[in-house]
């Protein structure tokens, strides 16, 4: 393998990836484009409200759609007014008149997305799987936060190698998490937590406002390609059985910008406004944002391409698999 930053574009593997576009309340009787992987897409919703994804591209003069209008919950191209429905078959050519009999080559293939925790997730090409399952989302006892997105300039790879490492908290994070944290990063195995996240599993003592220690059992695991889960149960203390769940998606928009958003499960604190919540989390970012957008281009997958240590564990195996994953590609182009 290059040591060069792998092109995630030219990736076929990562085409059958899911990756989150949108928020699902951004979506609705207006065209919305969202890029993945370098590829422009417009979505918007039917009749009925179910959400369609199409290449951003007319077949008929390769005019972008999205700068067009949803009609009757199909949407209409801006360049001649050609008309595609929820099924991306093109139902009217104003130019032929109503009722003109249209060739298939008029139609657009629609792509597969899904609404979950409150996001649009779309698969570029033919998906192998599912989206992450994050099995709080259906316990009632759970209260969801979305965080709503951003766009940073560096490559998704430097983010979840960024959100897979703990060992930068007391430096970039000295304003917030790290504050007073122990440099040296505990030796840690990397396991398989469940189906569909592999990580790590640790335990932190924290001072709640009264000073009474807070014993936290803590998880991070990764989900290829971009998605990382971070859990938090309090075992003791005034938390004491509370549990926090968080979600951070990354999207290559292209091989330097990437889609960041956040989403948080928790089930106490339901009376405190969702953005008094977030604003902690929201500050993190900001400061792993600031460092990483510091950073040229994509992170190389070949582990030997740069030097890590005993704590970038996590991220090693991460690399690693995502690599694996690549593999297909090279296996596919001999
Ligand atoms: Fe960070």
């Known amino acids: 393998m290059s040591s060069e930053a792998v092109k995630l574009c030219k990736s076929r593997a990562l085409r059958s990836e899911w990756y989150v576009v ?24 039917d009749l009925e409200g179910k959400l369609i994804a199409v290449f951003d591209r007319c077949p008929h003069r390769h005019a972008p759609l999205s700068g067009g209008v949803v009609r009757d919950g199909c949407l209409v191209c801006p360049y001649h007014f050609w008309k595609f429905d929820a099924e991306g078959t093109c139902v009217n050519v104003p130019s032929l008149g109503a009722g003109a009999r249209l060739p298939a080559s008029t139609s657009l293939a629609v792509m ?8 649009v997730w779309l698969c570029p090409g033919v998906p192998t799987g599912e989206p992450p399952r994050i099995v709080e ?14 766009v940073w300039k560096v490559a998704a790879t430097r983010m979840i ?18 504050d007073g944290v122990d440099p040296v990063v505990a030796p840690f195995n990397v396991v398989q937590l469940d189906a569909e996240f592999v990580g790590y599993e640790y335990t932190v003592d924290v001072l709640d406002e009264a000073g009474e220690t807070i014993r936290q059992r803590m998880s991070t695991g990764f989900h290829l390609p971009f998605t ?29 910008n990437s889609l960041f958003t956040f989403v948080v499960w928790r089930n106490h604190d339901h009376d405190v406004p969702a953005e008094d919540l977030l604003a902690f989390d929201r500050a993190i970012g900001a400061e792993d944002k ?12 070949d582990n030997s391409a740069t030097v890590s240590v005993r704590s970038d564990r996590l991220s090693v195996e991460w690399r690693r698999r995502l690599a694996g994953l690549l593999d297909a590609d090279r296996v596919r182009d001999t």
Not at 138 to 145: E, P, Q, V
Not at 290 to 301: K, N, R
């Open 22 to 45: 949108a928020d699902a309340a951004d979506v609705a009787d207006v065209p919305v484009t969202v890029k993945v992987l370098g590829v422009s897409f417009v979505l918007w919703r």
């Open 112 to 119: 597969q997305v899904r609404e979950l925790y409150g996001l």
């Open 137 to 150: 989302d259906d316990d009632a006892s759970f209260r969801r936060i979305n965080a709503g997105k951003e």
């Open 161 to 178: 190698d960024n959100f897979c490492d703990v060992a930068h908290f007391p430096f970039v994070h000295a304003g917030t998490i790290g």
């Open 228 to 256: 990382i889960r971070s859990n938090t149960h309090y075992e003791s203390g005034s938390r004491e059985g509370d549990d926090r769940v968080l979600l951070l998606c990354a999207t290559p928009i292209d091989e330097a």
């Open 290 to 301: 600031l460092m990483l957008e510091q950073i040229e281009g994509g992170l190389p997958l």
